[in-house]
């Protein structure tokens, strides 16, 4: 049953790459390319696209504007960078001296972890399943680091697969500060990999308090995978280009959103 789930949600994923690539698809297509049944095909098109990754054609699909994918950790580190300090800035204020803490992957929690580094809050326990926030905090001598390895993600510098999950889903910590690169008010929080869906999963049921940090360019987007919905979190830390009416709209679907103002 296992690896029946694993080929389903491995095929859906390649036909989202397939109408990425192409604009478009047909269910003809799809059948040779995966050697299934009309059936099966139009089941699977049908699934993805009451998720919004797809647009349902008659005769296959076309292409969302904004499904989204991965970019690498060097092309997201030189985006937004104004945002992503202010965004650190304001999750700082929420850690206390003494706590343990998970630290995702992603560059907005990297400069969290930069500040953790600098700022003058002694006495932390951070985890982290990520090669970058391992590096700013491995000679921070007020911080006792701790990396969760596994599986190697080199796209995203972020260990994620079996070891990573088990020692995750052993662990109690005060908060954890995930990265998101797809949140949409329909969907909640969204990722294109399943092996890394699970690892954000197991750092959420593992922390008391629980906050994402992601910039306002980071909304109105999903993904395949779905990791959490808004009520599973406390707070949504972005900045004042999501707007008042986006924000909104999350509040009604249970989040929790504060906007650090951006100085022009």
């Known amino acids: 049953m296992g690896d029946e789930f694993m080929f389903i949600e491995e095929r859906k994923e390649k036909i989202i790459k397939a109408v990425e690539a192409n604009l478009s698809v047909t269910v003809n297509e799809l059948c040779d ?14 699934e993805l696209g009451n998720a919004g990754l797809i647009i349902r054609t008659h005769g296959g699909a076309v292409k969302v504007k904004e499904t ?21 800035k304001r999750a700082y204020d929420e850690i206390k001296e003494h706590e343990t803490i998970i630290l995702d992957a992603g560059t907005t929690v990297q400069e969290l972890a930069k ?25 921070c001598e007020k911080v006792e680091l701790i990396f969760a390895g596994g599986f190697v993600r080199s796209q995203i510098l972020s260990c994620v697969g079996m070891f990573t999950e088990d020692m995750l889903g052993n662990v109690v910590v005060d908060r954890v500060f995930l990265g998101s690169n797809n ?7 969204t990722t294109p990999n399943m092996q890394e869906c699970r690892v954000k999963q197991c750092m959420l049921k ?19 995978y779905c990791i959490c919905k808004f009520k599973d979190l406390n707070l949504i830390i972005t900045d004042d280009g999501i707007g008042k009416s986006y924000m909104a709209k ?7 959103v504060e906007a650090v103002k951006i100085e022009s």
């Open 33 to 46: 390319l995966f050697g299934v049944s009309e059936v099966t095909i139009r089941k699977d098109l049908n």
């Open 68 to 88: 989204a994918f991965e970019q690498s950790q060097a092309t997201k580190e030189k985006e937004r960078i104004v945002e992503k300090r202010e965004i650190a």
């Open 250 to 256: 999350i509040t009604e679907k249970g989040g929790n």
């Open 206 to 224: 593992s922390a008391r308090k629980k906050y994402v940090l992601a910039d306002s360019s980071k909304f109105r987007t999903n993904s395949l």
């Open 115 to 139: 500040l953790i580094r600098t700022g003058e809050k002694n006495h932390l326990t951070v985890i982290t399943n990520a090669f970058n926030i391992a590096s700013e905090l491995m000679e």
């Open 183 to 189: 949140i949409s008010a329909e969907h909640g929080l």
